[in-house]
Structure formats: C-alpha cells, structure tokens
C-alpha cells in the first residue's frame, strides 16, 4: 500500500469527518439561533397586536372612525349595535367572551379583542396580513441567512481542518520520506559491510595479517560512509521539518572553516583547494539560518567537486555578494557535468556522471539534494553552470541579513 493511499488517506478521511461533524454543529447552531429568532419576533408581534387592540378597544366611544387597518363593532346599554364597516359578523362577534380569538371575516385572518366596558360591549378587530407578510419575509431572511451561514461554515470548516490536519500530514510523509530515504541509502553500505566482515573473517581465519589489517581499514572506512549518510539523511530530515534556527552566520567564516576541514583531504587527491572573499563585501555576506546545516551544505559541495576533480586539478570556494543576496561559489575544473542530468542534478538518489578515482568512495545521491533543501529551508536556492574552461561551477544563493 502506498503512502498516497494509505496513512495519507487516513488522514484525509479523518479530516473529511471532523469536517462534516463541526459543519453539522454549526448548521445545527445556526438553526437553532434562526428558531429562536423566529419565536422571539412573533411574541414581540403578538405583544404589539394585543397592545394596539387592548388601547382601541378602551378608548373607542363610536365605530365611525378606526384606526388603518382595524374595524369595531360597538354595542351600548339600550342594545344598539354600530359597526365600522358593512358585512361585519357583528352578531357573531359581540356573542364572543371576552379576550382575545381569531377569526376569519371577508376571507382575511383578524385578531379580535371582546371586551366589556360600562358603557356596553366592544369588539375590535385587526387584520393579520401585514403581520402574516412580515413573518413570511422574516422567514425568507432567515432561510437565506441560514443557508449562506451553513455554507459558510462549511467553507471555513473544511479550511480550518485542512490546516489543523496540515502538520499531521506534513509530519506523516516526514517520517515516511525519512524512512524511504534511510532504506535507499543504508541498503548499500550495509551489505558492502557485511561483505568485508565476511571476507575479515576468512582472512582471520587463514592467518593473512597483511589482508587482515586491508580489510580492517576498509571496514574503517566503510562505517565512516555509513556515518556520513547517516548524518545527511538526518540533516535532511531537520531541513524538511521548517525548524531551522534564525541566527546571524557569517558565510565567510563558515566557508573558511570548510576549506580549512578539507584542505588536507583535498591534498592528498592531488587537488588545491583556496577560499577566496569579494572584498568589497566582506562585511555584507552575513546571513539569517543555521550556521551547522549551512556549513554541512558547503560541505557538500566541496566534496561534489572532489568527486569530479583529477589530480592536480583545483577547486575555488568563492564568497561574496550579488544584490541583495549573498554567494557562495565553488568552482572547479574537472569533468564537467552532463547537460542531461542538470534537470535533475539535485533531485535525491540522482547520480551524476564522470566521478574520478580521487574521490576514494561511493556516491549515494543523497549530497546536492541535501543542499537544495538547506538553501530552500534559507529562503535561497543552488544552481549549477558550466565553468569557463571546463569543469562546473555550483552556486548557492541565500537573501542577506539585514545590517546590524
């Protein structure tokens, strides 16, 4: 199963339910709150309605002149009945009980109030349209409020859980990269060791001293191999996880301890290696990062060029500034690099062509990918050119610190 579609889809799946479940509970909430809305204006309606009738009905002394939108049937002492318009129900509506009813009069919905006054009976009536309109259109925003709230909702939810689930992805395909990778490159220098252990064995057995002590200082060699890909496939590792410090480094001095670390190992291939600064700038080639990562991607790259340098060949480390970027070069003059392979020169595994004898080990593709990934984690960048003459020139670019 591959991690695309296992742990990865995991995750997405988690992601997708948690969405769901929070976008569910939003919805539910918003509901909710539009219910209570909705319950709140029709009391408030209903206080109104009961207010307006309750003052009509105790103030009207004729029915010749209500208020908009209401009507009164009004009945004194002697048992005369005036109504405010023809075609009331008048006796149906004085034969009411007091309070408050509805009624259906002319094909419209009225409230109607029945109250009993010393001067006689009152009815007063008030059209519930106007009423029914506005909870109509009341319910039409809420049902566009509360559609546009679920579907924001859902928009920000399914945002958020992405970004919550980000970290978790990020860190899963971490671990599985760091895993794949530390497979890949032990495989091969293990089994180189077990093959020497066994040889190691046999010539100890037969009493081969010379032999012995040979395989010995292979083996010797081979686990400081097996230590270096170790150290890149964790320097990789920290890079990838975004945790790199932000200290002030000053690349000339890194890029001079590099060349004074390799110096001899440099010597004894045949090749000279020299550090040389732009002097105009050689109080501008500080930059924001990781003195460690950033002297282990120099590093790198001085060792790249051994790789490919002959004896007697030379390697120049170049430092200085270009706009607003510091720059470090390293130069040499060996067997070049293939056109083909500079489209994926720094992609992890890849093996460029040309490697001389003096580099004195195997190459396990893991080296300029590590510097790619220091320089992307600087904010910066590597690329690599033809150098004039032959050979190669790789140049790494990160922004320049501010001024102190």
Same mark, same amino acid.
């Given at each position: 199963m591959t991690w695309e579609s296992g742990d990865l889809a995991v995750v997405r799946r988690a992601?997708?339910?948690?969405?769901?479940?929070?976008?569910?509970?939003?919805?539910?909430?918003?509901?909710?709150?539009?219910?209570?809305?909705?319950?709140?204006?029709?009391?408030?309606?209903?206080?109104?309605?009961a207010n307006q009738l309750t003052t009509v009905a105790a103030t009207a002394d004729d029915a010749t002149d209500p208020p908009p939108g209401m009507q009164l049937v009004l009945r004194d002492r002697s048992g005369r009945v005036q109504v405010s318009a023809a075609g009331l129900p008048s006796a149906d509506l004085l034969a009411r009980p007091a309070g408050f009813s509805d009624a259906h009069v002319d094909g419209r919905e009225h409230r109607v109030l029945v109250a009993d006054r010393p001067q006689g009976r009152v009815v007063a009536l008030v059209a519930l349209d106007s009423y029914e309109e506005g909870r109509r259109r009341l319910l039409l925003a809420l049902g566009a409020a509360e559609l546009a709230g679920?579907?924001?909702?859902?928009?920000?939810?399914?945002?958020?859980?992405?970004?919550?689930?980000?970290?978790?992805?990020?860190?899963? #395909?971490l671990?599985?990269?760091?895993?794949?990778?530390? @497979?890949?490159?032990?495989?091969?220098?293990?089994?180189?060791?077990?093959?020497?252990?066994?040889?190691?064995?046999?010539?100890?057995? #037969?009493?081969?001293?010379?032999?012995?002590?040979?395989?010995?200082?292979?083996?010797?060699?081979?686990?400081?191999?097996?230590?270096?890909?170790?150290?890149?496939?964790?320097?990789? #590792?920290?890079? #990838?996880?975004?945790?790199?410090?932000?200290?002030?480094?000053?690349? @000339?001095?890194?890029a001079g301890q590099v060349v004074d670390g390799m110096t001899e190992h440099a010597e004894s291939a045949g090749v000279r290696l020299t550090l040389a600064h732009d002097v105009g700038a050689a109080s501008g080639v500080?930059?924001?990062?990781?003195?460690?990562?950033?002297?282990?991607?120099?590093?790198?790259?001085?060792?790249?060029?051994?790789?490919?340098?002959?004896?007697?060949?030379?390697?120049?480390?170049?430092?200085?500034?270009?706009?607003?970027?510091?720059?470090?070069?390293?130069?040499?003059?060996g067997v070049g690099v293939d056109p083909a392979a500079m489209a994926t020169l720094f992609d992890r595994f890849a093996h460029g062509h040309g490697h001389t004898s003096t580099a004195g080990r195997e190459r396990y593709g893991i080296g300029l990918a590590l510097v790619r990934e220091i320089a992307v984690a600087h904010r910066g960048g590597v690329d690599v050119s033809e150098t004039p003459g032959g050979g190669a020139t790789f140049r790494l670019t990160l922004p320049a610190a501010a001024p102190q």
């Open positions: 992601g997708r339910i948690a969405a769901v479940q929070a976008s569910s509970a939003l919805a539910a909430v918003l509901l909710v709150v539009g219910a209570v809305v909705f319950i709140v204006d029709v009391r408030v309606q209903n206080q109104q309605i679920i579907l924001a909702s859902v928009a920000v939810v399914v945002l958020l859980t992405r970004r919550s689930i980000r970290p978790l992805t990020q860190a899963l #395909a671990q599985r990269r760091f895993v794949a990778d530390a @497979s890949h490159e032990l495989r091969a220098p293990l089994t180189v060791l077990h093959t020497r252990i066994q040889l190691l064995a046999r010539r100890f057995e #037969a009493g081969d001293a010379e032999r012995t002590k040979q395989q010995i200082e292979a083996l010797a060699a081979d686990t400081r191999v097996l230590g270096e890909v170790i150290e890149d496939l964790l320097a990789s #590792a920290s890079m #990838a996880s975004d945790a790199i410090p932000r200290v002030r480094v000053d690349l @000339s001095t890194v500080s930059v924001l990062g990781s003195a460690a990562a950033l002297r282990r991607a120099i590093t790198a790259l001085v060792d790249n060029a051994l790789a490919h340098e002959h004896s007697g060949g030379a390697i120049d480390v170049y430092v200085g500034r270009r706009a607003a970027d510091v720059v470090v070069e390293v130069r040499d003059d």
